[in-house]
Structure formats: structure tokens, C-alpha cells
């Protein structure tokens, strides 16, 4: 992200320019990230990559194919709001050799500012508030994988 302020605040600039805008209403900030997982004899283990999210009764005499997964929250401390799902993307599952086979987790990770009208000018207000959107969208996102997963990242 911080490789685009520069670039966001002068886009916004732009478009304030060119559109006048009265009121800034919302404020979001959205990181979709795609979690190659591998599979292990044909199957994935979920408990070991993620710690929120679908849970299987009982995982020994059914095997998890797909999932959609949708949870809403709000921070208690700010205010702010957060939508994150989980789902799969399709992949076909066979009986051959894993070979590196993967599948890939989707974690779409979205927080919404506390609904608080603001003047569109006030650059360092929204700075303000993209900050801590960031930091409140790592916070949700760390402590929902586990180091395994974040390891599949290094």
C-alpha cells in the first residue's frame, strides 16, 4: 500500500478537480489474497493453514471438495467494520497423484471505515483513516492463518 499513497492521493485529487464532490460517505480498503494449499493423498487439512472458518464434524469419514465461507464483524475498539470470505477456488479432485497439486483458498479480506461523513479535501483525515484500516485488515488477516500458512508465503 505504500507504494500507492502517492499515486491514490493524487488520483483523488483528480477527481475532486473533476467531480466536486460534497461529502466523503464510506471509506474501504479490500486485499484478496489466493492461498495455494496443498493437497495431501488427494485431500486438505484447513485446520492447519487457517485457524477461522468451515470445520467438518468429522473429519475422518468425510473429506472437504469445496467451501464458501462469509463472516461480518465489527471492532470494537474503532468502530470499523470487516466482511471476510473464505471459499475455493474449483479445482477437480482425482484419485492420481497429488504431484505439487494445490488448492487454491481465496481470503477476501474487506474493512470498512465507521460510517463518519467527511470533507473531501482533508487528505491527512483519510490518510488517517486508511492507516488504520490497514492496520485493522493485517490484524484480522494474521490472526486468521496459521504459521504454516504464512510460511507458504516466504
Known amino acids: 500500500l505504500d507504494d500507492y499513497l502517492a499515486e491514490i492521493r493524487e488520483s483523488w485529487t ?3 478537480a473533476l467531480v466536486s464532490p460534497v461529502m ?10 489466493r492461498i495455494p494449499i496443498p ?6 487439512d484447513l485446520d492447519q493453514y487457517l485457524s477461522i472458518g ?8 468425510v473429506t472437504e471438495m469445496r467451501f ?3 463472516i ?21 479432485l482425482t484419485t492420481q497423484p497429488d504431484d505439487g497439486k494445490q488448492v487454491p483458498i481465496i481470503f477476501d479480506n474487506c474493512v470498512i471505515a465507521s460510517s463518519q461523513s467527511h470533507e473531501p479535501d482533508d ?3 483519510i490518510l488517517k ?26
Open 123 to 125: 487528505w491527512d483525515w
Open 24 to 33: 466523503i460517505k464510506q471509506i474501504r480498503l479490500r486485499f484478496i489474497n
Open 54 to 61: 468451515p470445520r467438518l464434524p468429522d473429519k475422518n469419514s
Open 72 to 92: 461480518a464483524a465489527q471492532d470494537k475498539q474503532s468502530g470499523h467494520t470487516m466482511n471476510i470470505v473464505l471459499t475455493t477456488q474449483p479445482i477437480v
Open 129 to 154: 483513516i486508511i492507516s488504520e484500516l490497514r492496520a485493522l485488515k493485517n490484524r484480522v488477516f494474521f490472526e486468521s492463518v496459521t504459521s504454516k500458512c504464512k510460511a507458504l508465503f516466504q
Open 14 to 16: 483528480t477527481f475532486c
Open 39 to 44: 493437497l495431501k493423498n488427494g485431500t486438505f
Open 68 to 70: 464458501l465461507n462469509q
